[in-house]
């Protein structure tokens, strides 16, 4: 309501939207303190990874979901402007909703060499135990549904993990999956 409101389009033509999504993961993330990239740099080197909640339930979703999400958000917006000017929710299936434990499991698993992961005994700050989207609104409205499971998410990981540590060109890598990716739902 405080900016581009949507009663007053037709003197601003502005159609804006806010957009949320779950937890997203991919190849390439070197932040601190998020899962994917503590668990990717410790098992490059050859140490078990340190998890602090492995109950904890996420929305996990590969990166390249949300932002065709934000993508086909960002046309309707151009195109229809306020109609579309609301908030949005871009999350996996309810079938990919999983404890951090699990996702550390299976992507120990799918590595192999020996990775391994810990349980943190330090104290830590309050975690919501359960997250989930509702993404309904983004399916009925927008036509938008996620196209890739967690698994294969967890498996494109791997690859750019993988070929990162073997010195590939991961620019090229990471083209190639976008291509992949896009070959899989305009297919």
Same mark, same amino acid.
């Given at each position: 309501s405080s900016f581009f409101n949507v009663h007053d389009y037709k003197k601003h033509g502005v159609g804006l939207a806010s957009a949320r999504a779950g937890n997203v993961i991919g190849g390439g993330d070197w932040a601190l303190d998020r899962l994917i990239p503590d668990v990717m740099h410790a098992f490059i080197q050859h140490e078990a990874v340190v998890i602090r909640n492995p109950q904890a339930i #996420? &929305?996990?979703?590969?990166? @390249? !979901?949300? %932002? #065709?999400? *934000? %993508?086909? @958000?960002?046309?309707? @917006? *151009? !195109? =229809?402007? &306020?109609?579309? $000017? =609301? $908030?949005?929710?871009f999350g996996p299936d309810n079938e990919d909703v999983k404890p951090v434990e699990w996702i550390v499991k299976t992507l $120990? =698993? #799918?590595w192999g060499d020996g990775a391994r992961w810990t349980l943190d005994q330090g104290g830590h700050p309050h975690e919501a135990t359960f997250l989930r989207l509702d993404i309904s609104k983004a399916d009925q409205g927008l036509g938008w549904k996620p196209q890739m499971n967690l698994s294969h998410a967890l498996d494109q990981i791997i690859v750019w993990y993988r070929a990162y540590i073997n010195k590939s060109d991961m620019r090229q890598v990471t083209l190639d999956q976008i291509t992949q990716y896009r070959q899989h739902i305009f297919s």
């Open positions: #996420r &929305p996990w979703q590969h990166v @390249l !979901e949300p %932002l #065709r999400g *934000y %993508l086909d @958000l960002a046309q309707k @917006l *151009y !195109e =229809e402007g &306020p109609t579309f $000017a =609301e $908030a949005w929710n $120990a =698993e #799918r």
